[in-house]
């Protein structure tokens, strides 16, 4: 297996006041270059935080704990600032759900296209002027002759997202991480993006990290899987496996909440309560789901294990196996 990321036992704080608060806790995975694996879960539960601390992209107040992740043998969690500035852009690179605020209002999208090449490449500047255009072509943006010369406001949500995703591959990552990259989006649009990701990702072989709240794209998108809960891993493997027949409460409980066929005329599936704020779960013990969980146990307050079952999947459950049906 052809290992592109592997993170093991990450923890992440966050520091407030005097304070420090644990916002991700015992996070392992591993990605092959090529795949993409799917991060899931409800507002609040630690999917971006996960990733803005590990390219160190996150707030000074936050800040990887303990743990390690290695980027084709890199140590991303070691390597000083000025080294892994080096990395940003050209071995991994990162898209963000909210396309007003990763562009510049005041530079024409050209120019902020221009200069992620500037950064990593020593080309002169009609190279990179015929490069622009050719990127922007690539993520299919209309007139990209014209729309260069644009400022993002001048541009749609769908247009700008084909800015951000073409100055995400100027440089040619190995690593693509995309925050939630069609929320904002109306659904023909966001079929269009998901589309254009999946096409960049044959073309390069990439390896693609997609976090996500929407179970659909989720199935569409993914190979493998992670289903996150307050800062913690309930459930990763296969996404096929884990979709259809999943084996943690929280996972078959999402999957549940989702309209789908042969549901018209009956009430949607929701899950009671909400996520704990984070200063909130700092007092919790064991089960971080349990005040939620619709077949909690009467040990919910002992520690919780990482089980691996038959199908190689991994569950954070009490009950051996995890639930069958529910």
């Known amino acids: 297996m052809n290992k592109l990321l592997e993170v093991e036992n990450l923890h992440v704080h966050i520091r407030k006041g005097r304070r420090s608060l644990v916002a991700v806790e015992d ?52 390597l000083p600032d000025r080294e892994l500035d080096a990395l940003r852009g050209k ?22 296209v221009a ?25 299919r943006l209309e007139d990209p002759e014209i729309a ?12 700008r997202q084909r800015v951000m995703i073409a100055m995400a591959i100027a440089s040619g990552p190995k690593l693509l991480i995309a925050d939630e990259p069609t929320t904002a989006l109306d ?26 709240h929407d179970v659909a794209v989720i199935r569409q998108m993914c190979q493998e899987v992670l289903v996150m809960y307050s800062g913690q891993v309930m459930e990763s493997g296969l996404a096929d496996r884990v979709l259809c027949h999943p084996r943690h409460p929280y996972t078959a409980a999402l999957i549940r909440s989702v309209a789908g066929v042969g549901q018209k005329g009956h009430p949607l599936h929701t899950i009671r309560g909400t996520v704990a704020p984070l ?41 051996k196996g995890g639930v069958e049906h529910l």
């Open 27 to 78: 996070v392992s995975f591993a990605l092959e270059a090529g795949h993409t694996l799917g991060v899931m879960g409800e507002s609040g539960c630690g999917k971006s935080i996960t990733f803005l601390a590990l390219t160190r992209l996150a707030a000074p107040n936050i800040r990887i704990a303990q743990g390690e992740a290695l980027l084709e043998g890199k140590s991303l969690t070691a």
């Open 91 to 112: 071995a991994f690179s990162m898209i963000f759900q909210d396309s007003i605020s990763g562009l510049n209002p005041l530079l024409k999208v050209g120019r902020q």
């Open 115 to 139: 200069e992620t090449l500037e950064i990593h490449t020593r080309l002169g500047r009609e190279e990179i002027r015929r490069q622009v255009l050719e990127l922007l072509v690539h993520v």
């Open 148 to 159: 260069a010369d644009k400022y993002p406001h001048q541009l749609s949500g769908g247009q």
């Open 187 to 212: 659904v023909t649009t966001q079929l269009q993006i998901l589309g254009l990701l999946q096409d960049l990702q044959k073309e390069t072989g990439m390896g693609m990290i997609l976090i996500s």
């Open 279 to 319: 200063e909130q779960r700092q007092t919790v013990e064991g089960c971080v789901f349990a005040d939620r969980c619709e077949v909690r146990c009467q040990w919910h307050r002992e520690p919780v294990p990482l089980q691996t079952l038959e199908d190689g999947r991994q569950i954070r459950c009490h009950r």
